[in-house]
């Protein structure tokens, strides 16, 4: 199938091109970019572009013959969603208006959406299944529900196939450790401490201890990139038959910041600074998947569930990268 990977140059995005193309796809990439790394994508056709450009956007679908989009092309930073509300619903929900209509336009039907575990707020139970209550606390998860909730009514009007798929923590670097994380600023878990451990972060910070957890420290539900990218190619085979898909992504076990400390600092044989502050707002203690619905509607399993491979596939891409993707 001849796929546009919208995204394509960022850290999920180029992961799943890889993956698309190992799998006998198609893959056209298509980013600006803003964020992704040109040194990032693999062989594959690539297209610069702005998901704004509604001319382009339905040029490139119909030029390459598109038969399915995969959308990466998100902003993802929680904590600027706050500060720049009006951006995120720009790039993160008009763009993906943008994209559904040159979509309609061109005649390309089948979607598979990055959505996320935002989505949910601070649930009231763990772990998370689908139907929890979606009360999302920052633009940054709004904007990926009102993106949902787009796609639903364009499918119900017979317009659109598509899978949502929710995140919990992506992590890893895929493609047998070729494909790494390198935002900048960077924001997540693993990387961040890994650069603690690499000497290029001063100390990683633990931002509250007295949760009411074993060891008082958030826990969070990491997937392996590679999982991940797994369950888009079975959710693009899905929408031959299915027109709407809704499904969490995660590894239904949670581990604790200290967890995730302590590994990068058994694999990686080296210590580093360990700052202990106060909780940030907004946090809560667990979050973990229920991600019985895709194993059952997708058949999808878990390959990399242990904590220590993903954090080892990390380092060794970080040891490689030391200052990231060359671009």
Request: net charge negative.
């Given at each position: 199938?001849?796929?546009?990977?919208c995204?394509?140059?960022?850290?999920i995005?180029s992961?799943?091109?890889?993956?698309?193309?190992?799998?006998?796809?198609?893959?056209?990439?298509?980013d600006?970019?803003?964020?992704?790394?040109?040194?990032?994508?693999p062989?594959?056709?690539?297209v610069?572009?702005?998901?704004?450009d509604?001319?382009?956007l339905?040029?490139?679908?119909?030029e390459?013959?598109?038969?399915?989009?995969?959308?990466?092309?998100a902003?993802?930073e929680?904590?600027?969603?706050?500060?720049?509300?009006?951006?995120?619903?720009?790039?993160?929900?008009?763009?993906?208006?943008?994209?559904l209509?040159?979509?309609?336009a061109?005649g390309?039907?089948?979607?598979?959406?990055s959505?996320?575990?935002?989505?949910y707020?601070?649930?009231?139970?763990?772990?998370?299944v689908?139907d929890?209550?979606?009360?999302?606390?920052?633009?940054?998860?709004?904007?990926?529900?009102?993106?949902?909730?787009?796609?639903?009514?364009?499918?119900r009007?017979?317009?659109?196939?598509y899978?949502?798929?929710?995140?919990?923590?992506a992590?890893?670097?895929?493609?047998?450790?070729?494909?790494?994380?390198?935002?900048?600023?960077?924001?997540?878990?693993?990387?961040?401490?890994?650069?603690?451990?690499?000497?290029?972060?001063?100390?990683?910070?633990?931002?509250?201890?007295?949760?009411?957890?074993?060891?008082?420290?958030?826990?969070?539900?990491?997937i392996?990139?590679?999982?991940?990218?797994r369950?888009?190619?079975?959710?693009?085979?899905?929408?031959?038959?299915?027109?709407?898909?809704?499904?969490n992504?995660?590894?239904?076990?949670?581990?604790?910041?200290?967890?995730?400390?302590?590994?990068?600092?058994k694999?990686?044989?080296?210590?580093?600074?360990?700052?202990?502050?106060?909780?940030?707002?907004?946090?809560p203690?667990?979050?973990?998947a229920?991600?019985?619905?895709?194993?059952?509607?997708?058949?999808?399993?878990?390959?990399?569930?242990?904590?220590?491979?993903?954090?080892?596939?990390?380092w060794?891409?970080?040891?490689?990268?030391?200052?990231?993707?060359?671009?």
């Amino acid at each position: 199938m001849r796929v546009l990977v919208c995204g394509g140059a960022g850290y999920i995005g180029s992961n799943m091109t890889a993956m698309l193309a190992a799998e006998g796809h198609e893959p056209v990439v298509f980013d600006n970019l803003s964020k992704g790394h040109i040194s990032a994508i693999p062989q594959a056709e690539f297209v610069r572009g702005d998901l704004a450009d509604y001319d382009l956007l339905v040029h490139t679908l119909g030029e390459y013959n598109i038969q399915a989009v995969m959308h990466f092309a998100a902003f993802i930073e929680v904590g600027e969603s706050v500060e720049e509300p009006l951006r995120y619903y720009r790039n993160n929900f008009s763009c993906t208006q943008n994209l559904l209509s040159a979509m309609e336009a061109a005649g390309a039907e089948k979607f598979v959406f990055s959505s996320t575990a935002a989505v949910y707020g601070v649930p009231k139970d763990v772990p998370i299944v689908e139907d929890s209550p979606t009360e999302p606390i920052n633009p940054y998860g709004q904007t990926k529900l009102a993106v949902e909730e787009m796609c639903h009514y364009q499918s119900r009007a017979g317009k659109l196939a598509y899978a949502s798929l929710r995140y919990f923590n992506a992590c890893g670097a895929g493609n047998n450790a070729t494909l790494g994380e390198d935002h900048r600023p960077e924001s997540h878990l693993i990387p961040l401490i890994i650069q603690a451990a690499t000497g290029k972060r001063s100390e990683i910070k633990i931002y509250g201890t007295d949760y009411e957890t074993p060891d008082g420290t958030c826990i969070r539900d990491f997937i392996h990139i590679d999982d991940l990218c797994r369950a888009h190619l079975l959710a693009l085979d899905k929408l031959e038959k299915s027109r709407e898909l809704v499904c969490n992504l995660g590894n239904e076990m949670g581990h604790s910041v200290r967890e995730v400390i302590e590994t990068v600092r058994k694999v990686s044989g080296r210590d580093f600074k360990v700052v202990e502050t106060d909780r940030r707002a907004g946090d809560p203690p667990v979050l973990t998947a229920d991600a019985t619905r895709a194993r059952s509607e997708l058949g999808w399993k878990i390959e990399k569930p242990e904590l220590e491979e993903m954090v080892s596939t990390a380092w060794r891409w970080h040891s490689e990268h030391r200052e990231g993707y060359d671009d």
